[in-house]
C-alpha cells in the first residue's frame, strides 16, 4: 500500500494532537510559583511509579484556569489561590468540593543584589521614583500584594497613603510570580513583591514583610474532571499530601498545609 | 503584474501536460483549497459572534480598553514614522547599489521578520536595559526606557520595521537608471529628484510597505510584554490588553481582538486598492 501524502499528515497531525493510550503520562497544570517544589516531586514520584512521566504546564493560575475551562487536557490542577481553583469549578473544569490544600506560602518584597534604589525598610517603596513590579490583579500573588498594601495601609508606621503611593510606583503588572522575578534580577525593577520560596537559591535581596500584615497564601490542588489519567491524578495528588510530599514542598520553603491553622 | 504579463500572451500554461489536466478548470483547485481557507476564516468569523453588536460597544467604551486603544494608536504611528524616516536611507541604500557585504546588511534587516518576539524584547531589554551596554549610559542621563512608552515604540520599530524597509526597497530598485539619469541632466539637486523622481515613481511600494509595517506594530506582543512590561494607560498597548483580558474578562478581550481584525483588515485592503490603481 502507499503512503498517499494526505494521509500521512493526518497521521502527523494525530501525533500532535495527542498521546497514544499506553504512553503513561499525567498532565500537571501548576502555578508558575510552583516550579521548583513540583519539579523535585515530579523526580521522587517518576522514581516510585516506573514508566510514568509527569508532564508540567507551569503558568499564572488565572491563565491556566482559563485554558482548561477553554478545554485543555489535564489531569491535575494546582492554583495559588481559592478564587482561581474557584474558577475552575465554575467553568466545570474541577468538580466542586474536591480541592484540598496543599502549603501555604508568604508574601515578601525582593531586591536586585545591587540595591539601586536603596531600599533599606518597607516604607521606602512609598518612596517617589521607585520602580515597583507587582502582579497583575487576576494573578493571584497580586492579589495578595493588594491585600498586604491594604493591611498595610492600616498600620499608623506607614499611614494611610502608603497603598496608593506604593501602587503609584508600580511600572509593570505581570503576568505570573516568574515574570515579576526576572524582571528584579535583571535590575530593570527595584523591587517586586513574591512568595517567600520564589526566593530561594536566587540572587536577590529580600525584605521580609512583618507576620501581622503578611497574607497566608494557599495552594490548593484538585483533579480535573474528563482527564485522560484519573487513577494517576489521584496517585500524584495523595503523593503531593503525602508525609514525603510535604517534606519535599517544605524543603522549598512552602509552608506544609498542615503548618498554619485554616 | 501577473495580469499584465497574461494580456500580452506572455505568460500561459505548458502545454505539454496530457490534455485531462491541461483542461482542468479552476473548480478542483478551488476544491482543494477550501481546508486552508476554511481554516483561516472559521476561527476570525467565530469571534464576530462571540459577542453582541451592544455588548461590544459597551467593552469598548469601558476605561482600560478605550487606554489600550489610545495607547496602541500612538505609538504605532509614532513607530511608523521613525520607521519612515529612518528606513528609507536604508532601503535606498540597499535597493538601488550593489556592494560588498549588501547580502549581509539585507540578512540582518530581514531577521526580525523571522525572529521570535521574544527574542526581540529580551535582546532589547539586556541592550536599552539599566545594566544593557547602551542602556546603563543612558540611564546616567537619567533615561530609563524599559517600562515607558519608548520602550514601546523600540519594541514596534524593532519588529515591524523591515516590512517597510524590504518592500521600500524593491520599490526602489525596479525605477528605471535611465529615468534618474535623465533628471540629474537636467539640473534635479539630490533632493528634487528624490521628491519629484523617486518617491512618485516608488509611491505604491512605500505605501504598501508602510501598512504592512503599521498593522504589524499595531500587533505586537511578545516584545512589548518583555521590554515595556505591562501597565494599564502607560504601556498596555492593545495586544497585552487582550492577553490579560483574556484570563480575566473574556468579553473585553473578544472585542478588541475584534478591533484589531477590522483594522488590520482594512489595511490589508487598503493595500490592495492602492495596487489596483497601479495596475490600470
Known amino acids: 500500500m502507499r503512503w498517499s501524502p494526505a494521509l500521512l499528515l493526518l497521521l502527523a497531525l494525530a501525533a500532535c494532537a495527542g498521546s497514544s493510550p499506553d504512553s503513561r503520562e499525567v498532565t500537571v497544570f501548576a502555578a508558575a510559583s510552583l516550579r521548583e517544589p513540583f519539579t523535585a516531586l515530579a523526580e521522587t514520584f517518576e522514581a516510585q511509579h516506573p514508566g510514568v512521566r509527569v508532564t508540567f504546564n507551569f503558568a499564572g493560575s488565572q491563565a491556566l484556569a482559563q485554558q482548561l475551562n477553554a478545554g485543555a487536557a489535564a489531569d491535575v490542577f494546582a492554583s495559588a489561590d481559592a478564587r482561581q481553583m474557584d474558577w475552575a469549578v465554575e467553568g466545570g473544569s474541577v468538580a466542586d468540593g474536591s480541592a484540598a490544600v496543599i502549603a501555604h506560602n508568604r508574601l515578601v518584597v525582593i531586591l536586585p543584589p545591587e540595591n539601586p534604589a536603596g531600599i533599606q525598610r518597607l516604607a521606602d517603596l512609598a518612596r517617589p521614583g521607585v520602580r515597583v513590579v507587582v502582579g497583575a490583579e487576576d494573578v493571584p500573588a497580586g492579589a495578595y500584594a493588594r491585600q498586604w498594601l491594604d493591611q498595610a495601609a492600616q498600620d499608623p508606621a506607614h499611614g494611610e497613603a502608603f497603598r496608593d503611593q506604593v501602587l503609584a510606583n508600580v511600572v509593570s503588572l505581570e503576568e505570573s510570580v516568574a515574570a515579576i522575578r526576572t524582571k528584579v534580577l535583571l535590575g530593570e525593577a527595584d523591587a517586586g513583591v513574591v512568595y517567600a520560596s520564589d526566593t530561594a537559591g536566587q540572587d536577590l535581596l529580600t525584605i521580609e514583610i512583618p507576620a501581622g500584615q503578611n497574607v497566608q497564601a494557599s495552594y490548593y490542588i484538585a483533579p480535573v474532571l474528563a482527564g485522560p489519567q484519573p487513577d494517576l491524578a489521584r496517585a500524584f495528588i495523595d503523593f503531593v499530601l503525602s508525609a514525603e510530599g510535604q517534606r519535599i514542598l517544605a524543603e522549598s520553603g512552602l509552608i506544609p498545609a498542615g503548618e498554619t491553622g485554616e | ?280
Open chain 2, 1 to 280: 503584474m501577473a495580469e499584465n504579463l497574461h494580456q500580452t500572451g506572455r505568460w500561459q500554461r505548458p502545454s505539454r501536460l496530457p490534455s485531462r489536466w491541461r483542461e482542468s478548470g479552476p473548480v478542483w483547485w478551488a476544491v482543494f483549497s477550501m481546508p486552508v481557507l476554511l481554516f483561516l476564516a472559521i476561527p476570525v468569523l467565530l469571534l464576530f459572534f462571540e459577542v453582541r453588536p451592544a455588548d461590544l460597544w459597551m467593552q469598548l467604551g469601558s476605561e482600560q480598553t478605550r487606554q489600550a486603544v489610545v495607547i496602541s494608536m500612538k505609538t504605532s504611528l509614532i513607530s511608523l514614522a521613525i520607521i519612515l524616516l529612518l528606513g528609507t536611507p536604508l532601503a535606498y541604500l540597499t535597493g538601488r547599489f550593489q556592494f560588498r557585504g549588501r547580502a549581509v546588511l539585507e540578512t540582518l534587516i530581514d531577521l526580525p521578520t523571522v525572529l521570535p518576539p521574544s527574542v526581540a524584547g529580551l535582546a532589547l531589554l539586556l541592550a536599552f536595559g539599566r545594566r544593557g551596554l547602551l542602556g546603563a549610559p543612558l540611564n546616567d542621563l537619567g533615561l530609563q526606557i524599559a517600562f515607558t512608552q519608548a520602550a514601546v515604540v523600540g519594541a514596534q520599530v524593532f519588529v515591524a520595521g523591515s516590512l517597510y524597509i524590504r518592500s521600500a526597497a524593491i520599490g526602489f530598485a525596479l525605477i528605471d537608471p535611465e529615468i534618474l539619469e535623465a533628471s540629474q541632466l537636467d539640473g534635479a539637486s539630490t533632493l528634487q529628484q528624490l521628491r519629484h523622481v523617486v518617491l512618485p515613481l516608488s509611491r505604491y511600494a512605500l505605501l504598501s510597505g508602510a501598512v504592512m509595517s503599521w498593522s504589524r506594530a499595531l500587533g505586537e506582543f511578545g516584545a512589548t510584554i518583555l521590554f515595556a512590561g505591562n501597565l494599564p494607560g502607560r504601556t498596555q498597548t492593545m495586544p497585552l490588553a487582550i492577553y490579560l483580558g483574556f484570563e480575566s474578562s473574556l468579553e473585553s478581550a473578544v472585542a478588541l481582538s475584534i478591533l484589531l481584525v477590522l483594522l488590520s483588515s482594512l489595511a490589508l485592503l487598503g493595500v490592495r486598492w492602492l495596487s489596483r490603481g497601479r495596475m490600470d
